[in-house]
Nanobody, 125 residues
Framework: HVQLVESGGGSVQAGGPLKLSCAAS????????FGWFRQTPGREREGVAA????????DYADSVKGRLTISRDNAKNTVYLQINSLKPEDTAMYYC???????????????????WGQGTQVTVS
């Protein structure tokens, strides 16, 4: 099992940067995919970025490419999501997710995540 705790959200001004953190604990090892998702009321959850803990290879949704960066610090078992040039439409609850990588997945962006954090709210105005 993996436990995930997000932090770093808040109310921020448009145009600025924000860095979210996801602290992972439990059975954390290299063969894990991590992902960041976001959701607003009434809309489907959207996957925005994913990363393989083993080699750091990352994937991004087309809608956020160039503004979001996912990274990880293996020593701290922490995954980050850097959001630049914040827009009001970035307002959402942001969730961190994790799952042991399966061989059938072409990349972590297609992972079926089974472990989720409680989320951290980001409000951009």
């Amino acid at each position: 099992h993996v436990q995930l705790v997000e932090s770093g959200g808040g109310s921020v001004q448009a145009g600025g940067p924000l860095k979210l953190s996801c602290a992972a604990s439990g059975n954390v090892h290299n063969d894990i995919c991590f992902g960041w998702f976001r959701q607003t009321p009434g809309r489907e959850r959207e996957g925005v970025a994913a990363i393989y803990n083993g080699d750091g290879v990352a994937d991004y949704a087309d809608s956020v490419k160039g503004r979001l960066t996912i990274s990880r610090d293996n020593a701290k078992n922490t995954v980050y999501l850097q959001i630049n040039s914040l827009k009001p439409e970035d307002t959402a609850m942001y969730y961190c997710a994790a799952e042991r990588r399966r061989g059938s997945w072409s990349s972590c962006s297609t992972a079926d995540f089974g472990y989720w954090g409680q989320g951290t709210q980001v409000t951009v105005s």
